[in-house]
Nanobody
Framework: VQVVESGGGLVQPGGSLRLSCAAS????????MSWYRQPPGKERDLVASISTVADSTNYAASVKGRFTISRDNDKDTAYLQMNSLQPEDTAVYYC?????????WGPGTQVAVSS
C-alpha cells in the first residue's frame, strides 16, 4: 500500500494551494478519505473528510468555507483545495485512508503560509 501527498509549498497569505493524495495497493473507493494537519509543536488534527462516494463531507470549523475536499475514485486520488490561506494554516498536511479497522497514512506534505 502506498499513500503519497503532493502539492504543498510556500504561499503568501490569501493565496491558494491544491493538495493531492494518491493511493495504490488498495480498493480506494472503499475508504473514507481524510486530511489532517499538524502545526509545528502541536497535535495532529482533522481538517476535512469525505465519504466513499463523495456524498458527505465534514470540515473543521477553522477551515469551513475556505477549504474543499474532493475525490476521484477513478483516479484513486483525493484532493484538498485550500483558499484564503492564512499563517495559522501552516502545518504538515497528512492524508488518511480509513475503512473499518484499517487505516493508512501518507508521509505528509509541508504547507507554509508566510509573506
Amino acid at each position: 500500500v502506498q499513500v503519497v501527498e503532493s502539492g504543498g509549498g510556500l504561499v503568501q497569505p490569501g493565496g491558494s494551494l491544491r493538495l493531492s493524495c494518491a493511493a495504490s495497493g488498495v480498493t480506494f473507493r472503499w475508504y473514507v478519505m481524510s486530511w489532517y494537519r499538524q502545526p509545528p509543536g502541536k497535535e495532529r488534527d482533522l481538517v476535512a473528510s469525505i465519504s466513499t462516494v463523495a456524498d458527505s463531507t465534514n470540515y473543521a470549523a477553522s477551515v469551513k468555507g475556505r477549504f474543499t475536499i474532493s475525490r476521484d475514485n477513478d483516479k484513486d486520488t483525493a484532493y484538498l483545495q485550500m483558499n484564503s490561506l492564512q499563517p495559522e494554516d501552516t502545518a504538515v498536511y497528512y492524508c488518511q485512508l480509513n475503512w473499518r479497522a484499517t487505516t493508512y497514512w501518507g508521509p505528509g506534505t509541508q504547507v507554509a503560509v508566510s509573506s
